[in-house]
């Protein structure tokens, strides 16, 4: 169901003023949207076929804010959901993916091998275990969690993080490193 | 780090190893070792973890760095594998033969068919899908449409059928199988075309094309990989495939495609601007799509190759020529109106653009409607009317060309002037305020207001009263500012009605040409005119850039005004006499207007308003509620009816009722600034004056130019102690040239600052300023100026030669209001007779409720009983109206206190006082708890008025002259604690109410 472009607006507005159940609305409407979008993007015919995650929440912005609601403080609080929402649906899939390799579905067209889509990150499963460190991670730095998201599945540039989550850019680069870090550690275990 | 999986290290202990890393980060490598051998020696747990996660940092390399973008194959595992295998049968006819590919929502199969015994294509859509109820009920009512479509230029579709797979059921569509390659493939290998080989593809597509919307079907999603390139001998078939919901044909079997829904919507490379904004798909977006296309075909690339799908909403393509030069002029006038941003700017149908490919003569740039069904029917007369559209728009093409690109699309909250529809017939006199009223409703723009006009006649050395015609209007538009002129006429024939509306675009000065649009909208007869009125506002109100979908925003013209073109011309009239100064013949023609038309609000409305403007409060009210009745069967929502009404709902003291329609008034109408204003002046009223001075300036915001908001935010600052703020807000309506308002403001704000000398200079310009209601307003503001600083004398003079000047100028309610306060200053210096004589006199002039009570209250205090109970009789009773009520009740009360029975006095001041605006002063109340011996309560009434001077002083002609300084004085005079501070400073400033010579 296509959601009503004041809705999110509204959303979007509860949100920054404090509305927690805002979130959870938001999330549904943009996530349908956002899954819509991504797989449109697919159909582009660009030599590269890699998708931006930014520019596909971008254009889930655009078409779900009205024209003129449209300012910085809402758009970086939609990427803010958008990158949240990307990790999931990816996440989502990989683990759906994996779920079905292990349920032995037939699979009688074989695709090409997959193509790296970020150093480290080369397979559903490096995905998924990179979410269950970010979950990790969230339980003792649940700001570092949500920096990574922005920065890796948003997209998001460090001053826009910085002030989505109100605190110094310098914090946020600290932050980045370590965790940066620490996820490696983690994940090469 | 978490290789010692229990050393959970956390809150505090965890900020401080990031620190530390961070610092390590910072040192140099020989310097790191230093700090980590030294961090080892102090607090070893730490440094444990931060070796650690400096290890990982080294060895992290590359990880994380860039945001993820992942790679199209990577997301192809998010779908389904295929479901069927080769050999495998579905319904019992189709035998799988290979997987074709992936389609949007399912797989397209070769197959073979064994009924037909025929190779088809078979598409199947996913579970998902065919399981929501909504989708397929879409995708059936499309499959039945497009299966009508047998064309050689589409792709046919065959049978629809569901196939179960164990307890599921998925739907199935067979059609016709196609060897070749898309024109996207196509154009990759040759690059470009030239015009000679493009346009017999293009003359295809649109043949296709047109068989489609023909059927009833939006393709969608038109785009070079939907259309595929069948070779039929030397030359190439096209097929348009993958039309509306029915799915898609790959273009490559290894491309890996996107999950569900998404398809409906469309690729966002090929999509109309109104479909990426609002979803709508029409036949203009299917042209945007073919204009896409073409471009495409001729120039190798797509016009917004580099940005973003969304661009294309604010920028226009780079024309096609650019790119090839060999292209003819047609074509790239062709492809630049396909791609038009606005769907009302491009061709209307297919054909028209293949004609446009190969005609030579230019096309007229009019969105022409097409001809009505029922003029059809008479295929003679429609020729007639054919021809009457070749020819205006052949006319207006050559201007057309000249202005090409130019949109008469307007910023939402524009001023827009709407000038009378010439009409030779009487009768249908009244068409110009039914298409008012259909425009009025409009949120994206305003009509200028008959007053605003009025008065740019005057500079024009035009009467009034003179009819706006176009030229008249273009020079009055061009003068005031305003971008748009709306016009129109009416002709009749033997056939019908012929309304020509035009738009028109006013830049440059009257004397050049303005950019025109033009439209015809025909009508066979009076009842169907109405129809065409509202089709043509509705053509305005797009034209003019309104997206047009709220159906709040969308009445007929039943509903905004009358279907009665009699209580129209009466309406019409009455408006035209009112705009000469004649209100009696303008009620009179209202009344028969009504007569016509007992339920048209409108005109209930307007003579209540006349009516409540002359202080005939009675039988204004008595309109009014006819009107809410009216009103309530039906929303109105037009924005003079919610104006109106709130409005009145204010005068009436009705403030959370005024707040509700103005509340809904600033939803409906975002960018009008009145809402912001009426309700800041309401939250004044209700004492939340710092609420209202925030609507204030928010009205300011949304209409920088509009002086009243600036006027209430001086006003309110005053009350509130802003003084600085309020001198700003002075100098600002100066320089908005409305120096008139800012003196008469000023004038409080002097006296605030003991500045009484500037306040005099700021009287006597007001005395001499051309516009009569300022100079009428400057004595009763000198009068009380003058009082309060106690010359009674000077101020009774002021007071009487305005009342001269009133009367001079037939200003019977002003003059009325200066009798009031004349009889206000007798009372006080004990003058009972001269006091009688000017509150007879002020009833005599002016008998609405607050002019009764006033004058009432002054004869029951000076004793003149009888007078004043025949003051209360004049008062209506049971109105349920707030001021009516107070007044009455105050009266009442006066009466009592003058008969000495405190009680009901007290008890009936009490009513007043709660049905009175919480801001004003209950100097009522107070005198009559003094004679009733509460003490307590008496001060506390009065320190509200001497603690607030500026309350008092913000409009001085609005009170009793002197108000305040009495008020003080009798404060002073029951206040026992002389250390009470509001005593002190009142007395201060008392002291400081002289004029030094």
């Not at chain 2, 019409?572 to 009504?594: F, H, M, V, W």
Request: aromatic letters at 8%; a negative charge; charged letters at 25%.
């Amino acid at each position: 169901m296509e959601p009503h472009t004041g809705e999110v607006t509204r959303l979007l507005c509860d949100l920054r003023s404090g509305k927690k159940e805002a979130e959870a609305q938001l999330f549904s409407l943009v996530y349908g949207e956002l899954r819509r979008i991504a797989g449109s993007y697919l159909r582009r015919e660009r030599p590269d076929h890699t998708l931006q995650p930014t520019a596909l929440v971008n254009e889930a912005y655009l078409r779900l804010v009205e024209q003129t609601e449209q300012n910085w403080e809402n758009r970086a609080h939609f990427l803010g959901i958008g990158a949240h929402l990307m990790r999931q649906i990816l996440v989502d899939h990989a683990r759906k993916r994996q779920a079905d390799k292990r349920g032995g579905k037939k699979q009688l067209v074989t695709l090409d091998g997959l193509e790296v889509a970020a150093p480290g990150i080369q397979s559903p499963e490096d995905l998924i275990a990179l979410d269950n460190a970010l979950l990790k991670l969230e339980s003792f730095d649940h700001r570092q969690s949500r920096i990574v998201e922005l920065r890796f599945f948003g997209g998001l540039r460090e001053e826009e993080i910085s002030h989505l989550l109100g605190v110094s850019v310098r914090t946020i680069k600290r932050d980045w490193s370590v965790a940066r870090a620490w996820l490696h550690a983690e994940m090469t275990k | 780090m978490a290789a010692r999986g229990d050393d959970k290290i956390v809150g505090e202990q965890w900020e401080r190893v990031k620190e530390l890393f961070e610092a390590a980060l910072d040192c140099s490598p020989p310097e790191r070792a230093e700090f980590l051998s030294r961090l080892y020696g102090e607090a070893p747990a730490f440094a444990e973890h931060v070796s650690a996660l400096l290890t990982s940092h080294e060895q992290a390399g590359d990880f994380l760095r860039q945001p993820l973008s992942f790679a199209a194959n990577f997301l192809d595992d998010l779908e389904d594998p295929q479901r069927f295998a080769p050999d495998e049968v579905l319904c019992n006819r189709f035998k799988i033969v290979r997987l074709i590919g992936k389609g949007g929502m399912g797989e397209v199969y070769e197959a073979f068919d064994q009924e037909l015994e025929e190779r088809v294509a078979l598409k199947t859509l996913r579970f998902e899908v065919s399981s929501n109820e909504i989708f397929t009920a879409r995708f059936r009512r499309e499959i039945q449409l497009a299966r009508k479509v047998t064309h050689p230029n589409v792709c046919r579709i065959y049978e629809s059928l569901r196939h179960q797979v164990g307890s599921e059921a998925i739907s199935v569509l067979s059609m016709e199988l196609l060897q070749g390659q898309t024109l996207g493939e196509y154009l990759k290998s040759k690059g470009r075309l030239t015009a000679d080989e493009a346009l017999p593809l293009a003359r295809q597509i649109v043949d296709g094309l047109c068989a489609v919307h023909a059927a009833g079907i939006i393709h969608r999603d038109l785009k070079p990989s939907n259309l595929m390139l069948v070779p039929n001998g030397s030359q190439f078939q096209i097929k348009l495939t993958d039309f509306g919901i029915a799915g898609r044909l790959p273009e490559n079997p290894a491309e890996p495609t996107l999950t569900q829904a998404s398809k409906m919507l469309g690729t966002p490379d090929y999509m109309a601007p109104e479909q990426l904004e609002q979803g709508r798909a029409t036949i203009q977006s299917d042209i945007y799509a073919l204009g896409l296309v073409l471009y495409e075909m001729v120039t190798g690339t797509k016009p917004f190759a580099k940005t973003g799908a969304w661009k294309r909403l604010f920028e226009d393509p780079c024309p096609p020529h650019k790119l090839a030069s060999d292209l003819s002029g047609e074509w790239n006038k062709t492809i630049l109106c396909c791609l038009e941003r606005t769907p009302e700017y491009r061709f209307s149908n297919a054909q028209a653009v293949a004609q446009s490919l190969i005609e030579d003569a230019p096309r007229a740039l009019i969105p022409i409607k097409p001809l009505p069904v029922r003029l059809k029917a008479t295929a003679r007369k429609g020729v007639w009317f054919i021809l009457t559209f070749l020819l205006v728009s052949a006319a207006l093409a050559i201007m057309g060309l000249r202005y090409f690109r130019q949109s008469p699309q307007v910023p939402p909250g524009t001023t827009v002037l709407v000038t009378d529809i010439a009409t030779e017939d009487p009768t249908l006199s009244g068409i110009t305020v039914a298409l008012k009223g259909e425009l009025a409703q409009s949120a994206h723009f305003e009509i200028e207001e008959d007053g605003k006009i009025v008065e740019v006649l005057k500079q024009m050395h035009r009467r009034p009263g003179d009819a706006l015609d176009a030229s008249t209007a273009r020079e009055v538009a061009w003068r005031s500012g305003i971008p748009l002129v709306v016009s129109g006429s009416l002709t009749s024939s033997g056939h019908g009605y012929l309304l020509s509306m035009t738009v028109e675009k006013i830049k440059y000065s009257p004397l050049f040409p303005a950019l025109k649009w033009k439209n015809v909208f025909s009508a066979a007869n009076k009842n169907d005119l109405l129809d065409s009125l509202h089709e043509a506002a509705t053509w305005v109100r797009s034209l003019a850039g309104e997206a047009l979908n709220d159906p709040k925003l969308d009445l007929p013209v039943k509903d905004t005004t009358t279907a009665s073109w009699q209580a129209l011309q009466f309406y019409s009239d009455s408006e035209k006499r009112y705009a000469q100064g004649d209100a009696t013949a303008a009620l009179r023609l209202l009344d028969q207007a009504l007569e016509a038309d007992p339920s048209f609000a409108k005109a209930h409305m307007r003579l209540a308003d006349i009516l409540i403007s002359r202080k005939q409060y009675g039988k204004g009210y008595e309109e009014w509620s006819k009107a809410a009745a009216l009103v309530k069967a039906r929303t109105l929502t037009d924005r003079e009816s919610l104006r109106i009404r709130g409005q009145f709902l204010e005068d009436t003291g009705d403030y959370e009722g005024a707040q509700d329609i103005y509340g809904k008034y600033e939803t409906l109408y975002p960018q009008d600034y009145l809402p912001s204003f009426y309700r800041g002046s309401v939250l004044d009223s209700m004492g939340r004056s710092e609420e209202g001075l925030r609507e204030m300036k928010e009205a300011e915001r949304k209409a920088p130019d509009a002086y009243p908001p600036v006027a209430a935010e001086a006003r309110l600052d005053l009350v509130l102690d802003k003084l600085h703020d309020a001198e700003q807000a002075i100098r600002r309506l100066r320089q908005m040239q409305h120096s008139d308002a800012a003196d008469s403001i000023e004038v409080g704000l002097d006296m605030l600052r003991e500045d009484f000398a500037s306040a005099i200079k700021a009287l006597d310009r007001l005395q001499s300023t051309s516009h009569p209601d300022y100079v009428s307003a400057s004595y009763s503001l000198r009068a009380a100026f003058l009082r309060e600083l106690g010359d009674d004398k000077a101020a009774i003079k002021a007071l009487m030669d305005g009342a001269s000047f009133d009367r001079s100028t037939g200003h019977s309610f002003s003059e009325s209001d200066k009798w009031i306060a004349l009889a206000y200053i007798y009372w006080k210096i004990g003058d009972a007779a001269h006091c009688h004589d000017a509150a007879l006199q002020a009833l005599t002039l002016e008998n609405g409720p607050l002019h009764v009570l006033q004058a009432g209250t002054l004869l029951a205090r000076t004793g003149f009983l009888s007078d004043a109970h025949k003051a209360l009789s004049m008062l209506p009773s049971n109105t349920g109206f707030k001021t009516v009520d107070r007044a009455s009740h105050q009266l009442e009360g006066e009466i009592f206190l003058a008969q000495h029975k405190t009680a009901e006095a007290v008890r009936e001041m009490r009513e007043a006082a709660a049905a009175d605006c919480a801001s004003c002063p209950k100097e009522y109340l107070a005198r009559t708890l003094e004679a009733s011996g509460d003490k307590a309560g008496v001060l506390h009434y009065y320190r509200e008025i001497v603690e607030a001077p500026a309350r008092i002083w913000q409009a001085l002609d609005y009170q009793y002259p002197g108000f305040w300084s009495d008020v003080t004085a009798n404060y002073s005079g029951l206040q026992p604690n002389t250390k009470d501070p509001a005593l002190a400073n009142a007395q201060a400033r008392k002291a400081g109410l002289t004029l030094r010579p």
